[in-house]
């Protein structure tokens, strides 16, 4: 899967998202690898914003290759099993990262 495809895919996801009452989080996603690049993906008043950009202040940051990002994604890789694995690096609020995989595990 391209840069761009993950990007649209995230996107996807985001736009059916209902984040009414949720709290702020802001997480970059460093994707590794030829079909790499960055985005983040924030939560913020209510709503769910992916953009292709590095986020400067965010809560924590994740980096991982675009195949175990898809798995995670997909619910086929758990997140707190690829941290202790390393394959997903955490850098920042652990607390935040957490968030961010419930947030994805709610969309399901």
Do not use: H, W
Not at 5 to 24: D, H
């Amino acid at each position: 899967m391209t840069f761009d495809e993950t990007l649209a895919k995230v996107r996807g996801i985001a736009a059916n998202q209902n984040a009414e009452g949720a709290p702020f989080l802001a997480v970059q996603i460093n994707l590794t690898g030829k079909d790499g690049g960055v985005f983040y993906v924030e939560v913020k008043d209510g709503r769910v914003n992916v953009e292709p950009y590095e986020y400067n202040d965010r809560s924590c940051a994740i980096t991982i290759d675009p195949a175990n990002f898809d798995k995670l994604v997909e619910g086929k890789l758990d997140p707190v099993a690829a941290y202790t694995v390393g394959k997903l690096k955490v850098e920042g609020d652990l607390g935040k990262a957490l968030e961010f995989s419930k947030l994805i595990k709610k969309v399901k």
